[in-house]
T-cell receptor, first 116, second 113 residues
Framework: DTGVSQNPRHKITKRGQNVTFRCDPI?????LYWYRQTLGQGPEFLTY????????KSRLLSDRFSAERPKGSFSTLEIQRTEQGDSAMYLC??????????????FGPGTRLTVL | GDSVTQMEGPVTLSEEAFLTINCTYT??????LFWYVQYPGEGLQLLLK?????DKGSNKGFEATYRKETTSFHLEKGSVQVSDSAVYFC????????????FGQGTRLTINP
């Protein structure tokens, strides 16, 4: 299977702890996106990378959040000092990024974070 | 800012019924439009897309037409099956900058046999 993969699939942590999620995009996809989805809502954009460069961050991404994409391959999303409000599904998506109008984002299965 | 408004759910239908899920959008530019589906326990999957006005996207018996004049992209299917039970998300994506997806809140569809 060469789709987008995310690890772990589930993470339970205590408030105040740090957590890190990983996303492996589809091979050769230049763009990588992170979204957050809370219960009963649609996904909301957090940040995106063009190759290794992080080019836009949402206001939703507080100082406790940081994302990296070293060498333009996999990406990590770290949340420091987690809060109960961080509980959500964190989704990763990737796309080729070559044709703006037809470009399609493919999503991974997500990492469900529960902060106790 | 850009936004997507979907018909509120949940929606419950009998098998073989006709389905319409309404979607309207507000965008600063000329976006591409998408429907994604999320089956129970699975990730988001692209269902169909349309990239310019009057385009019709179709897949698995579902259709949606990009209506620029009414800023709408309603999802339709002529005869639904139990296996269509899922959450459906309408989304837009502008073609500059981050090209991020902006999603509606989702519509949960349940099909009864």
């Amino acid at each position: 299977d060469t789709g987008v993969s995310q690890n772990p699939r589930h993470k339970i942590t205590k408030r105040g702890q740090n957590v890190t999620f990983r996303c492996d995009p589809i091979s050769e996809h230049n763009r990588l996106y992170w979204y957050r989805q809370t219960l009963g809502q649609g996904p909301e954009f957090l940040t995106y990378f063009q190759n290794e460069a992080q080019l836009e961050k949402s206001r939703l991404l507080s100082d406790r959040f940081s994302a990296e994409r070293p060498k333009g391959s996999f990406s990590t999303l770290e949340i420091q000092r987690t809060e109960q409000g961080d509980s959500a599904m964190y989704l990763c998506a990737s796309s080729l990024g070559t044709q703006p109008r037809t470009d399609t984002q493919y999503f991974g299965p997500g990492t469900r974070l529960t902060v106790l | 800012g850009d936004s997507v408004t979907q018909m509120e759910g949940p929606v419950t239908l009998s098998e073989e019924a006709f389905l319409t899920i309404n979607c309207t959008y507000t965008a600063t530019g000329y976006p591409s439009l998408f429907w994604y589906v999320q089956y129970p326990g699975e990730g988001l999957q692209l269902l169909l897309k349309a990239t310019k006005a009057d385009d019709k996207g179709s897949n698995k018996g579902f259709e949606a037409t990009y209506r620029k004049e009414t800023t709408s992209f309603h999802l339709e299917k002529g005869s639904v099956q139990v296996s269509d039970s899922a959450v459906y998300f309408c989304a837009l994506r502008n073609v500059w900058g981050a090209q991020k997806l902006v999603f509606g809140q989702g519509t949960r569809l349940t099909i009864n046999p």
